[in-house]
């Protein structure tokens, strides 16, 4: 923005410079009173110096400096720019970047068309008479400069969106390394477990049988305080055990938890915490893969956090179904503040573009927008089973 203001001060200078010129060399021009120029020069300034809030408020700033510059071209009474653009057609890209296209799109397209009156007016007052073509002419090249800064703002637009989808993805392949990492680590923990309790937990259980049947015929003190250490040291490597079992994430150590008890556990958990009341309808006829589960699970309770934080205090309408060729899932809530502007799953983490890849990697679909009645709606369809997913 010092760039700007700098160049809009150095050109108002050399403008200035022009018109006295052009002043000395026909006596018939006549050059604005000290005040306008004045006032012209500050309001040059003013609008370099607004350009510093283009990215938080790009509409008020784009506002200020287009009324700044239309004040600056009738102070000077040029029938022109106002002798200084630059903050203006800054003023431009920057609401294309920064602000909803439609809005930008319509604020431009009026700019340029007040921007084109006011020049013709002011040419008409100057005592111009512009035929036809010129007045095409006038339209055409203030709209080129509109039309030019709006185009590099869409596209710088666009490269900040793909940045951002590129950091995006960028987490969710970390995340899931990192998952992936902690599973190798869960699995390897829990075959140690086994092995351990396969290779020295029975042998020691077998000391121990030994060691109380001895007892029972020939009760010797030395045996007695051997059959002690030997519970003991069986009971140390029992909690060993455990404690290796703990975040047990191997699918073959214990049963997939059923879709109904999964989703009915994750929708109590975050309606207690979030302070959510849902309206859940649950109807599973056949019970889907572990996998399958496990991302209806995951969607379901990141749907629900996104509730909470845009639309707390809205109900919620969760419908889960299961049959044996898919399994749908939607989550419905009225529209909160900021939802439509920003519609990304919120708070976990997770977000649109993790769950939309985890869906494609089961062949599945995930879809979300506004329903007709305004509510915002998400909806998950996975098949049933692999083979179903592979047809």
């Known amino acids: 923005m010092t760039i700007v203001g700098a160049l809009s001060v150095l050109v108002s200078g050399f403008y200035l410079w022009a018109i006295h010129l052009a002043a000395q060399t026909d006596p018939t021009l006549t050059t604005p009173p000290g005040w306008a120029y004045a006032t012209w020069i500050a309001g040059t300034v003013t609008s370099a110096a607004l350009l510093w809030w283009h990215q938080r408020h790009p509409i008020l700033v784009f506002t200020g400096v287009f009324v700044l510059h239309l004040t600056g071209a009738v102070l000077i009474g040029n029938g022109g ?213 496990a991302t209806v699970v995951s969607v379901l309770t990141e749907a629900l956090v996104n509730a909470a934080t845009h639309a707390p205090g809205a109900p919620v309408a969760v419908t889960l179904h299961s049959d044996s060729t898919a399994v749908r899932l939607e989550v419905r809530n009225p529209m909160g503040l900021g939802e439509g502007q920003n519609p990304r799953l919120a708070d976990s983490g997770y977000g649109l573009i993790g769950a939309a890849e985890r869906a494609h990697i089961l062949s599945g679909q995930l879809d979300t927008g506004i329903a007709e009645n305004g509510d915002w709606t998400l909806t998950l369809t996975l098949p049933a089973t692999r083979s179903e997913a592979l047809r």
């Not at 006011?118 to 007045?135: F, R, W």
């Not at 703002?153 to 590129?166: K, L, T």
């Not at 029972?216 to 002690?228: G, I, K, M, R, S």
Request: with cysteine.
């Open 81 to 293: 720019l106002g002798g200084v653009a630059l903050p203006l057609w800054f003023s431009v890209y920057a609401l294309a970047t920064f602000a909803r296209p439609l809005i930008a799109g319509i604020l431009v397209a009026g700019a340029w068309a007040i921007a084109t009156t006011v020049q013709l007016v002011l040419a008409a007052t100057a005592g111009l008479s512009l035929s036809a073509p010129e007045v095409v002419v006038v339209a055409f090249g203030q709209g080129f400069f509109f039309l030019a800064c709006y185009l590099i703002g869409v596209g710088m637009r666009a490269e900040r969106q793909r940045a951002r989808d590129a950091a995006e993805r960028a987490q969710l392949i970390e995340a899931r390394t990192r998952a992936e990492a902690a599973g190798a680590v869960s699995r390897e923990r829990n075959r140690m477990a086994r092995e351990l309790h396969d290779l020295a937990a029975h042998q020691i259980m077998d000391v121990l049988l030994t060691t109380r049947a001895a007892l029972l015929t020939d009760p010797n003190p030395v045996l007695e305080e051997v059959e002690q250490k030997t519970a003991e040291a069986l009971g140390s490597i029992r909690s060993v055990v455990g404690a290796l079992r703990d975040g047990d994430t191997d699918p073959s150590s214990s049963e997939p938890e059923p879709l109904t008890d999964a989703a009915t556990r994750a929708i109590e958990r975050v309606a207690r915490e979030r302070g959510l009341h849902v309206q859940e309808r649950v109807t599973i006829s056949h019970e889907p893969e572990s996998a399958a589960t």
